[in-house]
């Protein structure tokens, strides 16, 4: 890992500059994506540990310890939810809709992070559409969490979008149904283990709240899977307390086991359909299937 000043030379003790990777884990690029290669992968001028190098994004100096200390990043990416996230990515996609002008998405506060879509155009445009016509391009995490209509953006002096000054406008958060308590002590376990995992408040989390609408990711989903004694594909398959609720073992249930397929089967109920294809996901690094969550949703599973 090294700190590279602009012009690619090694930036001394106590500067700051980019931070670059090199060694045996560097691939060789993104996959069909030429663009973003060229832009994050380059040869490796700085030792032979590997034929590229990467570029993170990461601004951050060695300081004399030999501690890396990072101050940030120089583009738009974000985590959110357990998710690095393009925030351009989600602006160029809201362009394309119709009655959209110039959008801005920015990262915003409350229970939770959320993504927040600043758009101008002829008139208001409902949070609901938005997260419909971009489903289109963009993956669940990339969606929207607030839309809010403008007139236009605050400039900086030089005229460029001044996105501190649109960061510490108040945006509030839309209000939520009131959360359904548990009927019973199975679901009553199963909101508590999702409250706790996502380190919210149990009175938030009602039974019939999808886990990963809530902020669930795939770390999340291993640790509810091993506190509740289930499968990840479980979690996958029923991710509301009131649907987990009914595959939980009771605890007095001394010695009992649950069997946990490895193969995964996102097609009819194991039958072939004629003239159909079979996609067979291979879970990366010894990963589970929560990798393919996604592709299971948007197949309507």
């Not at 310890?65 to 990072?70: M, V």
């Not at 998710?83 to 160029?92: K, M, T, Y």
């Amino acid at each position: 890992m090294y700190v590279l000043r602009n012009d690619g030379s090694l930036a001394p003790f106590g500067t700051y500059g980019e931070i670059w990777v090199t060694g045996i884990g560097v691939g060789v690029g993104y996959v069909n994506d030429p663009d973003r290669t060229a832009e994050a992968f380059r040869p490796n001028t700085v030792d032979g540990r590997s034929r590229w190098m990467y570029r993170t994004g990461d601004i951050g100096r060695w300081l004399p310890s030999g501690l890396l200390d990072c101050a940030g990043r120089n583009d738009q990416q974000v985590k959110v939810r357990g998710h690095r996230i393009e925030l351009s990515e989600i602006e160029v996609a809201l362009a394309r809709l119709a009655g959209v002008e110039q959008a801005a998405v920015l990262v915003g506060g409350g229970r939770q992070p959320r993504l927040i879509a600043h758009v101008t155009g002829p008139g208001p445009i409902g949070l609901d559409a938005v997260r419909r016509d971009l489903k289109e391009f963009l993956p669940p995490q990339m969606l929207p969490d607030a839309v809010v209509h403008r007139t236009g953006f605050p400039l900086s002096p030089n005229g460029k979008l001044d996105r501190a000054a649109l960061a510490a406008e108040t945006v509030e958060e839309p209000v939520r149904p009131a959360a359904r308590p548990p009927a019973n002590d199975r679901e009553r376990v199963a909101v508590e283990a999702f409250a706790a995992v996502l380190d919210i408040p149990v009175t938030s989390v009602g039974v019939y709240d999808n886990f990963f609408d809530l902020g669930g990711h795939s770390l999340a989903a291993m640790r509810v899977a091993t506190a509740l004694g289930v499968g990840v594909r479980d979690l996958l398959s029923r991710p509301t307390a009131h649907d987990l609720a009914e595959v939980l073992v009771p605890r007095d249930a001394v010695g009992s086991s649950v069997s946990r397929d490895l193969l995964i089967d996102f097609g009819l109920n194991g039958q072939a359909v004629e003239g159909s294809l079979t996609l067979i996901c291979v879970p990366f690094a010894g990963g589970s299937a929560v990798s393919y969550l996604p592709l299971a949703r948007a197949r309507g599973r």
